[in-house]
Every structure is written in structure tokens, then in C-alpha cells.
């Protein structure tokens, strides 16, 4: 059972910056391949980036390539998520997903095995 704890949500002005992070338990960390999601009030929780656990390969959503960055420290079993130039239209809950056993990048729901409970994000314009 691996738990996944996010921190660093709030609210922020557009144009600003937050940091999220995802503190993950387990031995096997390096082994999980590491995601984040969100999901806006009615729509559908969307990809937003991830993170290989081998040489920390990276794939960004479109809609934040060039203003958010995924980064991971093996030693201390969390993922972070750096978002910078934000926009209104990113205001959501933010979720932290694992995939185990070596599994390769992906941006689909069903192929994370394991969540957090979400960290909210609001941004004003």
C-alpha cells in the first residue's frame, strides 16, 4: 500500500507561482512512476504531468508545457510540481497519483495505481 499526501495548494494571483508537493510512503519510490492530475468543479480530472522513475524522463498536458515543471528527490520519497504564469483557468484540485512496479510514462487515470486526497488550487484573475 503506498499513501500519497499533496501540500502546498492555496490561493494565488494570476501571473504568480505555488510549488506543490507529494510526500509518498513506501521503499520503492524510484521504482514509481509519478503524476499529477487535476479536476476542476464538473469536468473530469485531467493529466497534467508525470515523471519516470528512470533518469526522470518528463510529459506535460499542452495547456502546461512551458509553465509548470515536474521534478522528483528519490531521497526523500516526494514529487513536486513547480507552477509558474498562472491562469484563472488553472484553478482545481490538484492530485498526486504512483504508478508501481516500473511502469512507463503515461497520461491516463487508470493506469495510476494509487492517490492522494487532492490539494486545492485557486487562481484570481
Known amino acids: 500500500q503506498v499513501q500519497l499526501v499533496e501540500s502546498g495548494g492555496g490561493l494565488v494571483q494570476a501571473g504568480g507561482s505555488l510549488r506543490l508537493s507529494c510526500a509518498a510512503s513506501?521503499?520503492?519510490?524510484?521504482?514509481?512512476?509519478m503524476g499529477w492530475f487535476r479536476q476542476a468543479p464538473g469536468k473530469e480530472r485531467e493529466f497534467v504531468a508525470a515523471?519516470?522513475?528512470?533518469?526522470?524522463?518528463?510529459y506535460y498536458a499542452d495547456s502546461v508545457k512551458g509553465r509548470f515543471t515536474i521534478s522528483r528527490d528519490n531521497a526523500k520519497n516526494t514529487v513536486y510540481l513547480q507552477m509558474n504564469s498562472l491562469k484563472p483557468e488553472d484553478t482545481a484540485v490538484y492530485y498526486c497519483?504512483?504508478?508501481?512496479?516500473?511502469?512507463?510514462?503515461?497520461?491516463?487515470?487508470?493506469?495510476?495505481?494509487?492517490w492522494g486526497q487532492g490539494t486545492q488550487v485557486t487562481v484570481s484573475s
Open positions: 497519483a504512483a504508478a508501481v512496479g516500473f511502469k512507463p510514462l503515461s497520461r491516463y487515470v487508470f493506469e495510476y495505481d494509487y
Open positions: 513506501g521503499r520503492t519510490f524510484s521504482s514509481y512512476t
Open positions: 515523471i519516470s522513475w528512470s533518469r526522470g524522463n518528463t
